[in-house]
């Protein structure tokens, strides 16, 4: 069973910075990324880092985010840098997507719990 473990999340003011971490088992890393869902809303594609397609952003975040990997592939990182209100969401890590736009939540076949991000103004 795979399993997928996220932790870094917190509150913060405007324009500070938080770092996620997600566990990712090796039978998954090779497309992997990032999701947040805030309450009322769907799930946003945040980030997401694919062994054939490189790395893709959403455009709320470009330049403000980077996700990476630990060289052994087993941990994805999310560097979240000058946060906005708007930021605050759930913030869950995915991997095992199928074919098709990396944006797309079902196409991810596993998920972590979330971690929760809050920023204020």
């Known amino acids: 069973q795979v399993q997928l473990e996220e932790s870094g999340g917190g509150s913060v003011q405007a324009g500070g910075s938080l770092r996620l971490s997600c566990q990712v088992d090796r039978k998954v890393y090779s497309s992997a990324g990032w999701f947040r869902r805030a309450p009322g809303k769907e799930y946003e594609g945040v980030a997401a880092?694919?062994?054939?397609?490189?790395?893709s952003y959403g455009d709320s975040v470009k330049g403000r985010f980077t996700i990476s990997r630990s060289n052994d592939k087993n941990t994805l990182y999310l560097q979240m840098n000058r946060l906005k209100p708007e930021d605050t969401a759930m913030y869950y890590c995915?991997?095992?997507?199928?074919?098709?736009?990396?944006?797309?939540?079902?196409?991810?076949?596993?998920w972590g719990q979330g971690t929760q991000v809050t920023v204020s103004s």
């Open positions: 995915a991997a095992g997507r199928r074919a098709g736009r990396w944006s797309d939540a079902e196409l991810y076949a596993y």
């Open positions: 880092v694919d062994l054939n397609e490189g790395k």
